[in-house]
């Protein structure tokens, strides 16, 4: 019996490996046949895993590196607002006070244009109101010319009087003091009285008949009769009434921030008692007529 | 003293690898490249004792010369027929043994002509359409010499 040769054994295995390498070599050619090539074809197919793994990759990698860009960049617009806005602040907190002098200068000047009368400007240099005996210290004294019993005003209302004047700087004696009077009259009943100083912006009113007829906010105006004061300045505001015996007691909350002055205006001495407000330019306010 | 029996395959190897790196070389040349490659296909791949060797050196050489002339755009087609013309050649030298010179040149002559129209084809399957060539011009003229080295230098072991 001849044997076949196509076994196990070396002379079968080399024949084997031989139709394999034709084979192999044949199928070669025929999968890089033609114009578009199969075997480029299969090739792409094998690598497509590796690429779509790869394309992953390198898009978690952009996507990575583009969050840390952006990341840092955010990081330094706060920074540098952060910086910006503590610059601002510091700036608004180094012009507040001259801010807010320049404003009370303003509302200064709106009020001297409104009494035709000679003010002169004063500076409050201390305020010790709430201390015991305490009261403000003005920057005007003799060498402006200034003498004792000027009316103090502000933009808000009447403020008090020069109680004592020195060669450069003068003392104030403030509406609510307790040693302080100044006349004054209620806005709709047009009743005067004696306003009298009660403690840290409160002040009273004194003879004011309990027949006449006091409301709870109604203003308190100067009524000039003290000589220190122009009839119709801003005093304050009724703030309690209750009768006291034979006159009512009127408690007046006063116009005037005292505690946040910084400029105010002072009176001439013994002023007229009626001030006219300045008469509009001839013309003004009139239609023209065609 | 004789020589040791591995000796003429082991000289057998060698001369087809000196072969091959000549086919890479002579690429400047096609002509003698031809002649050398049909001289590793027809002379030394049949010599080998078995013919998956002799198959797998003239694949090797078919590789080589489509690798150094870069101008086919699939290779595979020269090995291809490389192969198939030295398993012929093999069969060839198995059934009858060659027994003088210039009936070995006719046989040879033959082949080279098969060898020719097959790398033909098999690289025309392959790449498609190319140029003829005058490399089998060149085998063919050079046929007295690689073929009597062949022969009587390094004889067939089924010459036997």
């Known amino acids: 019996m001849r044997r076949s040769g196509w076994g196990l054994s070396a002379v079968g295995l080399s024949r084997w490996a031989l139709v394999a390498l034709l084979l192999g070599n044949l199928l070669w050619m025929e999968l890089g046949r033609g114009g578009s090539s199969r075997w480029q074809h299969l090739l792409n197919i094998l690598a497509a895993p590796p690429r779509a793994v790869s394309a992953r990759l390198e898009r978690w990698r952009e996507y990575r590196q583009e969050r840390v860009t952006s990341l840092k960049v955010a990081q330094a617009d706060v ?66 010319g200034l003498i004792p019993d000027q009316g103090v005003i502000a933009p808000d209302g009447v403020v008090g009087r020069l109680w004592d004047v020195g060669a450069t700087q003068s003392s104030l004696l403030p509406l609510d003091a307790y040693n302080a009077s100044t006349g004054v009259m209620l806005a709709r009943s047009r009743a005067t009285g004696v306003l009298q100083g009660l403690g840290p912006g409160k002040a009273a009113i004194r003879y004011i008949g309990n027949q006449e007829v006091v409301q709870v906010g109604e203003p308190v105006f100067t009524s000039g009769l003290d000589r220190v004061f122009p009839r119709g300045l801003l005093v304050g505001y009724v703030s309690a009434v209750r009768p006291h015996d034979v006159e009512l007691h009127v408690e007046v909350v006063l116009a005037a921030p005292l505690d946040r002055l910084g400029l105010v205006l002072i009176l001439p001495a013994h002023p007229r008692l009626e001030v006219q407000p300045p008469a509009e330019p001839a013309g003004a306010g009139k239609p023209a007529l065609s | 003293m004789s020589a040791p029996p591995g000796t003429p395959k082991v000289r057998r190897f060698f001369l087809a690898l000196l072969c091959l790196g000549a086919i890479h070389y002579t690429a400047p040349w096609p002509g003698p490249q031809a002649v050398l490659n049909t001289f590793l296909v027809l002379g030394l791949g ?114 036997k």
């Open chain 2, 46 to 159: 049949p010599g080998f004792s078995s013919p998956l060797a002799g198959a797998a050196w003239a694949g090797a050489g078919g590789w080589v010369l489509e690798g150094s002339l870069r101008l086919y755009p699939h290779l595979g087609g020269t090995a291809f027929g490389n192969m198939l013309a030295c398993l012929l050649a093999y069969l060839l030298l198995l059934r009858w043994p060659p027994h003088a010179l210039k009936p070995y040149w006719g046989r040879q002559a033959v082949l080279v002509i098969v060898h020719t129209l097959l790398v033909h084809l098999s690289v025309s399957f392959a790449a498609g359409a190319h140029a003829w060539g005058t490399g089998w011009l060149w085998s063919l003229l050079l046929l007295p010499a690689w073929a009597t080295v062949a022969l009587r230098l390094h004889p067939p072991i089924h010459r």
């Open chain 1, 79 to 144: 920074a540098s607002l952060r910086a910006q806005v503590a610059a601002l602040l510091a700036a608004r907190e180094a012009e507040a006070p001259r801010l807010a002098e320049a404003e009370e200068a303003v509302r200064l000047l709106g009020l001297k244009k409104l009494l035709p009368l000679a003010f002169q400007s004063a500076r409050v240099i201390v305020n010790v109101r709430r201390a015991p005996f305490g009261g403000m210290i003005l920057d005007r004294g003799a060498d402006a």
